[in-house]
């Protein structure tokens, strides 16, 4: 396939059929001319109509980020969800070929049954991992296992002129490290080479812990991290920041006597009705009633409680999916917060200042009148991509409702934490973001770094063939 060829069959951008897109917080949407390409060539055939039409190309995966990073209202929508294949897994060595469309949910059903598991994910199955590559997800391991780009071995990117460049540690490494947590902007992941974690059991060995604070939730972090392989926090803004901790263990070799059950999907599947009898889908209904301050009050309080009588008691088993993929437990989870939306707000802060940054953030909230109704701390590690969020320290993510007519609010909201957390040296997760200023997000990089990127764009891409909300909201102004 040379430069420019146009095979495949979107030959129009502007005659392509118009769909609908919404973030995944459904706080924002688009509708715009969409492709989906299966084929190198229809991506490519995808871009060139995109190119003559003199518009834009924004790449979208399973649309799983909560702001607008996979939308692209000025423009067209490149669609990966049905280029979707596994090209190749190696059972001996958990060496994984894939498409761009593939899903982490396909990645371990095709491995976990040979005893591989992806080694990172994040809380839910169903991101493709091209958007994972562009977004350099973290998981609960993070401070063990670094974000996702650390464990891939190689990618083929598309460029804007339709060249096909093969990125790794040893070739194009400057691209590499650009491309992955790039955020769609330098070009398409079109084969990705991920190396997956061996595993001796579709089990995790889990340990629940309460704290009355943030400070202590930390300083157990802090005891613990070198010790598990998994640790995540969940933190009850209605009670001043007190919460409970799960760790988890990978159990060693020899250590589950029933492996051939435990890794195989019957054993993962998450259940189809909760309590025996009541359907999953139903669930989020249920959830509706409680989406008010008061309702969450009482929730996260009872959860709380239940997590005291719970806490410290001998470790006990639960499924490598279950363990995961908390989100996916109540499908559509998310239209409970209907008939208004929500955003996510997730800040990184070295670990120095991350208590008095995050407790600060929660007396924001509470001083605003809008308490988060859900808070998740997480520890991480730095790692060498040039628009990581990752920093040597913790994050803090709030989920924060979004009334009808309150948009304004939580803007202000959003802008008054990102001055906290700027001063503090922190930095943002994209995939998450939705109210980040250009101000802020030049701040919040080392200006090398922002300035090699955007050398990068502007070589790769210098008629801004790459495009999304995000990109116009952010990186535009900065030239």
């Known amino acids: 396939m040379t430069p420019g060829e146009t095979t495949g069959s979107w030959d129009n951008a502007l005659e392509a059929k118009q769909e609908d897109f919404e973030a995944w917080g459904m706080n924002a949407r688009c509708s715009a001319p969409a492709s989906h390409p299966r084929?190198?060539?229809?991506?490519?055939?995808?871009?060139?109509?995109?190119?003559?039409?003199?518009t834009s190309a924004g790449l979208r995966g399973a649309g799983c980020s909560y702001g607008d990073a996979a939308l692209n209202t000025d423009g067209c929508i490149v669609d990966f969800r049905h280029w979707n294949r596994i090209v190749s897994f190696d059972e001996q060595t958990g060496v994984m070929v894939a498409e761009p469309g593939v899903t982490i949910e396909q990645v371990w059903h095709e491995a976990l049954p040979h005893g591989w598991w992806p080694p990172v994910v994040p809380g839910t199955?169903?991101?493709?991992?091209?958007?994972?590559?562009?977004?350099?997800?973290?998981?609960?391991?993070?401070?063990?296992?670094?974000?996702?780009g650390r464990h891939v071995r190689s990618f083929d990117l598309m460029l804007a002129d339709g060249t096909v460049k093969t990125c790794s540690e040893e070739a194009n490494k400057d691209l590499f490290h650009a491309a992955i947590g790039g955020f769609g902007m330098l070009g398409a992941f079109t084969r990705i080479e991920l190396q997956l974690k061996q595993v001796h059991s579709g089990d995790l060995e889990v340990q629940g812990t309460a704290c009355a604070n943030l400070t202590e939730m930390v300083a157990h972090f802090e005891e613990h991290w070198e010790t598990c392989d998994y640790l995540v926090g969940w933190v009850d803004a209605f009670g001043g920041g007190r919460g409970l901790i799960h760790q988890a263990w990978y159990p060693g070799q020899?250590?589950?006597?029933?492996?051939?059950?435990?890794?195989?999907?019957?054993h993962q599947e998450l259940p189809p009705r909760f309590l025996g009898f009541i359907p999953r889908s139903w669930m989020?209904?249920?959830?509706?009633?409680?989406?008010?301050?008061?309702?969450?009050?009482?929730?996260?309080?009872i959860k709380y409680r239940l997590g005291r009588r719970q806490s410290g008691r001998a470790r006990y088993r639960q499924p490598l999916v279950g363990f995961s993929f908390l989100l996916d437990y109540v499908p559509h989870w998310k239209y409970a917060y209907k008939p208004g939306a929500f955003i996510q707000y997730q800040a990184f802060v070295p670990e120095r200042n991350a208590i008095a940054t995050f407790e600060a953030?929660?007396?924001?909230?509470?001083?605003?009148?809008?308490?988060?109704?859900?808070?998740?701390?997480?520890?991480?590690?730095?790692?060498?991509?040039?628009?990581?969020?990752?920093?040597?320290?913790?994050?803090?993510?709030?989920?924060?409702?979004?009334?009808?007519?309150?948009?304004?609010?939580?803007?202000?909201?959003a802008h008054a934490m990102d001055d906290v957390v700027l001063d503090a040296g922190g930095r943002f997760y994209l995939a998450k973001d939705s109210t980040l200023t250009?101000?802020?997000?030049?701040?919040?990089?080392?200006?090398?770094?922002l300035a090699r990127f955007l050398e990068l764009k502007r070589a790769l891409d210098p008629d801004g063939l790459f495009q999304t909300d995000l990109s116009r909201r952010l990186l535009e102004p900065l030239g």
């Open 438 to 449: 250009p101000e802020g997000f030049k701040t919040a990089y080392p200006p090398e770094n």
């Open 361 to 413: 953030q929660l007396r924001l909230c509470k001083e605003h009148g809008i308490i988060p109704f859900l808070g998740v701390l997480k520890k991480h590690l730095p790692d060498p991509f040039l628009m990581t969020h990752a920093v040597n320290g913790y994050s803090l993510a709030l989920d924060l409702p979004l009334a009808r007519g309150g948009r304004n609010r939580v803007w202000k909201l």
């Open 284 to 301: 989020w209904c249920g959830m509706w009633c409680f989406m008010h301050k008061p309702g969450m009050r009482f929730v996260n309080a």
């Open 125 to 148: 199955m169903f991101p493709t991992l091209g958007g994972c590559l562009a977004m350099n997800i973290h998981g609960k391991n993070n401070f063990q296992a670094g974000t996702i």
């Open 254 to 266: 020899g250590v589950d006597t029933n492996t051939a059950a435990t890794l195989q999907r019957s």
């Open 39 to 54: 084929t190198v060539g229809e991506l490519n055939g995808a871009l060139t109509a995109t190119r003559n039409a003199g």
